[in-house]
């Protein structure tokens, strides 16, 4: 390996290291209360070093959610091998479940952390990434309408319908507000409950 290479790979392993500092203290003590100093003392290194990767506390939180959602969206292009619209549905709000569990800091961060979204306000790019995710779900909710499985005929509005109730069941799961249920049972409800919204939902959306 070169000098170049050798640099670029400590570059992005410093970055990493960085970011999950990051995301750890964001998660736990809120955006607010974290500065710069806290994360440079959690990875033992001067702010300077994170200064020469991120500009501010702002631009670390960019790049947490930009990370987080490139992540997302990957696994939801993996449905596109299945030719049916509807199986590509029900398949993304389960691997929307699946994110979740695997995930469940990463899913914090996007949706349920209290973010200050003003201070993210001045990149023009900001929801690129959410946009993106988004964007994949309404494709498959208007391939749906354009083959008659759903009558509604706006797809950004059935979409928002549907991601919110998945997100729903997802929340409340990892809120652990599900557990008036038995343990062992949690995931299967939210299974079941899943498949009967889309049972219905192709019947009278």
Not at 175 to 195: G, H, P, V
Request: glycine share 4%.
């Amino acid at each position: 390996m070169g000098i170049t290479e050798r640099k670029e790979r400590e570059k992005e392993e410093m970055r990493k290291l960085i970011l999950g500092a990051a995301r750890k203290l964001f998660l736990e003590n809120g955006f607010e209360k974290v500065s710069i100093r806290n994360i440079a003392d959690a990875i033992e290194y001067s702010p300077a070093t994170i200064y020469l990767y991120y500009k501010d506390k702002n631009d670390l939180l960019y790049a947490l959610h930009q990370e987080a959602f490139h992540k997302l969206t990957g696994e939801f292009q993996k449905v596109f091998v299945r030719n049916d619209p509807f199986e590509r549905l029900t398949e993304m709000g389960r691997t929307y479940f699946r994110f979740a569990f695997e995930n469940p800091e990463l899913f914090d961060l996007m949706f349920i952390m209290t973010a200050p979204m003003d201070a993210l306000e001045c990149r023009d790019d900001i929801w690129n990434e959410g946009r993106t995710a988004f964007g994949l779900l309404v494709q498959i909710v208007q391939e749906c309408i354009d083959k008659g499985i759903f009558q509604h005929k706006d797809a950004e509005v059935a979409s928002m319908m549907i991601w919110s109730a998945v997100h729903g069941y997802t929340a409340l799961f990892l809120r652990k507000r599900l557990d008036m249920f038995d343990e062992n049972r949690r995931k299967e409800i939210m299974e079941e409950a899943f498949t009967l919204f889309t049972e219905t939902i192709r019947r009278g959306l």
